[in-house]
């Protein structure tokens, strides 16, 4: 099958994209990997999450953790030592969602995206394409990311060494919750087609209405429903009264997630490249 016009925009064809539309998935996924690897922003934005999750977290497990180690068992799990070390995530997941905004939003900016239907013109594909290699990148990012912090903040609080199945579970949470939220923030962005736009609603939600209707207790039942606030019940141990089980939130995520990408989907149908 011959080769096409390149569409990572690197300077090589991929194998197996025919000028017939009959693109395998696995060389459109292999071409999205291509793009992402070979911009150096990538590397830039995930180190820097995994820095400000870290950092984050072992000065919030520092500070608390004189109060940790006077207090009795129950208090101990009342306090949620698993959950304290991934404090730093809700400052960390911004550059990752930055991350998979600029992947799609640069594309629309700069045309490229014109070039990447010329080689996958079947629009689902490189939908699918884009969105597995982000979510994949989110979830060894998490994971990676969340080992490191769970084994620094465990450290910092004086809890034991996070070799238990709560700590594998969160860390399990972590990795599902960065690729899933690396999802939401591209298929949005397919859908408006502006990082600038994208990135309007996604801060706001994460940093300001997300906590604004935390902390209002009429509206609580509502944040606890908003894809942040569901999502970070997957690194969590302690559950209050009202609050989402670990499950429950993770579910809540992958709707949000799943409901992105379909109209994502539906927009990129119609849209006029």
Known sequence: MPDVIDPTGVGGAVPGMGTRGGVRLYDAVAAEWVKLRSLRSTWTLLALGAVLTVLVSLAFCALIGPEFRRADPAQRAALDPVGLTFTGVQFGQVPVVILAVLSVGGEYGTGM??????????????????????????????????AATLTVGSAALGAPAPLHAAAL???????????????????????????LTALGSLLPLLFVVSGALAAT????????????????????????????????GGTVLLLWALLAAAGAYAVLRRQEC
Request: charged share 15%; no cysteine; glycine share 10%.
């Open 113 to 146: 995206i014109r070039t990447s239907l010329a080689a996958v013109p079947r629009r689902g594909r490189l939908l699918a394409a884009k969105l597995t290699v982000l979510g994949a990148t989110g979830l060894l990012w998490g994971l990676v990311t969340g």
């Open 169 to 195: 579970r969160a860390l399990a949470g972590a990795g599902l919750y960065a690729g899933l939220l690396a999802v939401l923030a591209a298929a949005l962005t397919f859908a408006v087609r502006r990082s």
């Open 217 to 248: 207790p009429r509206l609580r039942p509502l944040a606890r429903l908003l894809p942040d606030r569901a999502g970070l019940r997957l690194m969590q141990a302690h559950q209050d009264t009202g609050d989402l089980s670990p499950t429950a």
